[in-house]
């Protein structure tokens, strides 16, 4: 029962962290060149199913984080920036 409680928290927590990462902007300059095709390719969002429902991701996330070491390693190889990692380690 423990395990099912950890897991639905570290679920909330994934959401939270990706809402807050695509909410938060360091530039907020608004650049009135951009064209309406480029904004809808910006907006694309893609939607990912899970056991707990489904969450739409927008395409090509400036910020990653990652939740395991082989997702560190496959991303490392491939040149992504990863802006941070969560490991929950057992005892």
Do not use: W
């Not at 939270?16 to 309406?36: A, D, F, P, R, Y």
């Amino acid at each position: 029962m423990k395990r099912g409680k950890t897991t639905i928290l570290l679920t909330i927590f994934t959401i939270l962290v990706l809402i807050i990462s695509g909410c938060s902007s360091k530039n907020q300059e608004v650049n009135t060149e951009t064209s309406e095709s480029q904004a809808k390719l910006e907006n694309e969002t893609i939607t990912i199913e899970h056991s707990l429902g489904e969450t739409m991701v927008k395409k090509n996330p400036k910020n990653i984080i990652v939740f395991d070491y082989a997702t560190l390693d496959t991303l490392d190889k491939m040149g992504v920036e990863i802006k941070g990692y969560f490991f929950i380690m057992d005892r």
